[in-house]
Structure formats: structure tokens, C-alpha cells
């Protein structure tokens, strides 16, 4: 998959700034629940996230509740990501019954890899 990523202004109308976040059932890991990328939106100065913690949350609470929304809770689901960058990430998405609603954590191990400094625009 090769993404190209400076058309996603022009087809994400809506949200321009906006990344796409593709990801599957099929893992290189078979103790992982879900295998994700991160392509980036052309404003970011990059083109693909190696591991992204938070869209990872995003996908435990959509597998909770479109995937199996019947798996017993709590529940810690592995995300794994990063593999075809030459990278092996991991993220646990951890899932329980707050109430009515999902809450949603996530843990991990990060590792620095270089400073970046990041500019805001209104």
C-alpha cells in the first residue's frame, strides 16, 4: 500500500487537515487483535506514523462496539503496527464498562527518536 497522501485535502473536503487511519483483522502476530497504519495528512510534515497510541484507543471502541460488541469486558486488545516501516509496535487498548459508556486506555512503550518541533497555525 502506497498511500498519497497530498490528495487527502482535495477528497477530505470536510476536514482537509485530516489523517487517514486504514486497518484490518489480518495481523503478523497471531497474539494481536488488529494490524493498523497511520498515513498522514500533507500538513504534518510527514507521510506515515510508525505507531499512533491514539487512534489506536479510537480502534478499541469500535471493535468493542461494531466488531464483537459481545466479548466480555474488561477486556485488552493488541494493536500491532508499524511492520512494514521496519518497525514492530505495539500498543494494548484497554476496555471496560464505565456505566453506559466504553472507557477506553491504552499502554505501550515509546521510544524517542528525534526532536521535532511543531508549529500551530489558527
Given at each position: 500500500?502506497?498511500?498519497?497522501?497530498?490528495?487527502?485535502?482535495?477528497?477530505?473536503?470536510?476536514?482537509?487537515?485530516?489523517?487517514?487511519?486504514?486497518?484490518?483483522?489480518?495481523?503478523?502476530?497471531?497474539?494481536?487483535?488488529?494490524?493498523?497504519?497511520?498515513?498522514?495528512?500533507?500538513?504534518?510534515?510527514?507521510?506515515?506514523?510508525?505507531?499512533?497510541?491514539?487512534?489506536?484507543?479510537?480502534?478499541?471502541?469500535?471493535?468493542?462496539?461494531?466488531?464483537?460488541?459481545?466479548?466480555?469486558?474488561?477486556?485488552?486488545?493488541?494493536?500491532?503496527?508499524?511492520q512494514?516501516?521496519g518497525?514492530?509496535?505495539?500498543?494494548?487498548?484497554?476496555?471496560?464498562?464505565?456505566?453506559?459508556?466504553?472507557?477506553?486506555?491504552?499502554?505501550?512503550?515509546?521510544?524517542?527518536?528525534k526532536?521535532?518541533?511543531?508549529?500551530?497555525?489558527?
Amino acid at each position: 500500500m502506497v498511500p498519497q497522501t497530498a490528495t487527502f485535502p482535495s477528497i477530505l473536503k470536510e476536514m482537509p487537515k485530516a489523517s487517514l487511519h486504514p486497518f484490518c483483522l489480518e495481523t503478523f502476530d497471531e497474539t494481536a487483535d488488529m494490524h493498523a497504519r497511520h498515513f498522514s495528512s500533507p500538513f504534518s510534515g510527514t507521510v506515515e506514523d510508525v505507531v499512533t497510541g491514539t487512534a489506536s484507543g479510537v480502534m478499541g471502541a469500535y471493535y468493542a462496539k461494531y466488531i464483537d460488541n459481545n466479548m466480555s469486558l474488561p477486556k485488552t486488545l493488541l494493536v500491532e503496527q508499524g511492520q512494514e516501516l521496519g518497525r514492530d509496535g505495539r500498543v494494548r487498548v484497554h476496555v471496560k464498562q464505565k456505566e453506559n459508556n466504553l472507557d477506553i486506555s491504552i499502554t505501550g512503550t515509546a521510544v524517542y527518536v528525534k526532536k521535532l518541533t511543531v508549529k500551530i497555525e489558527n
